[in-house]
């Protein structure tokens, strides 16, 4: 089963515009919950995590919202550029520091952004 | 520093063919995995290690086998290659405490 569900599957947006990428997950047991950005070619590189201690997170232009209660959380990509044109994942993982659940990351299906100039 | 590096980037199988990918980090790190992505799945975990010596299991083990014999290598091994194999094998490694997976650039396989 997909215990990290993401949508949507792709985004076209404007060169300026807004992108939103929404994650819902299920297990409740998961307390870290990081974005990644991929680009053709190449591996999944960290873009911003956050803690469920806090609702949102800030960095740069992209920023993580999360709603513990309803168990989503979702990235926003402000003033969008032609350069954020990847693939994003979200992912969940239990915080176990020194233990052997830590890192195992569940990702989403992943979200295909394409912006235009 | 090279981070991750994964061998080789791409490779054909035949069915029923053994193959090895390779995985090598140079960060000192005690935490790395092996995921396999296809489209529209995400990346799926295969396997897991927490140190030298120290394995486990995925959401998707089937038919692959790992070891960790040095903190720095993790190999990940295709048993008897099948065409549901055929996927982007990526290995990640991270430090303990740092909550950040470095990824490899991929390893692309298709068994045929």
């Known amino acids: 089963q997909q215990q990290v569900k993401q949508s949507p599957q792709s985004l076209i947006v404007q060169k300026g515009g807004i992108s939103i990428i929404n994650c819902a997950y299920e297990n409740t047991a998961f307390d870290y919950f990081p974005w990644y950005q991929q680009f053709p070619g190449k591996g999944p590189a960290l873009l911003i995590a956050?803690?469920?201690?806090?609702s949102e997170k800030k960095e740069g232009r992209f920023t993580i919202s999360f709603n513990k209660s309803a168990k989503q959380f979702s990235l926003h990509i402000m003033d969008s550029q032609p350069g954020d044109s990847a693939t994003y994942f979200c992912?969940?993982?239990?915080?176990?520091?020194?233990?052997?659940?830590?890192?195992?990351?569940?990702f989403g299906q992943g979200t295909i952004l394409t912006v235009h100039p | 520093n090279a981070g991750v590096t994964q061998t080789p980037k791409f490779q054909v199988l035949k069915t029923g063919q053994s193959m090895t990918l390779q995985c090598a980090q140079d960060?000192?790190?005690?935490?790395m995995s092996w995921y396999r992505q296809d489209p529209g799945m995400g990346l799926r975990l295969i396997h897991y290690?927490?140190?030298?010596?120290?394995?486990d299991q995925g959401e998707v083990p089937n038919g692959y086998n790992v070891s960790r014999s040095t903190t720095e290598d993790f190999p990940l091994r295709l048993l008897s290659a099948a065409p549901s194999q055929t996927s982007v094998y990526f290995c990640a490694s991270s430090y303990g405490t740092s909550w950040s997976y470095t990824f490899g650039s991929g390893t692309r396989l298709t068994v045929v």
């Open positions: 290690s927490v140190g030298a010596g120290i394995t």
């Open positions: 960060m000192n790190h005690e935490y």
């Open positions: 956050i803690r469920p201690d806090v």
């Open positions: 992912a969940a993982s239990p915080l176990e520091l020194g233990g052997t659940s830590y890192g195992k990351l569940t």
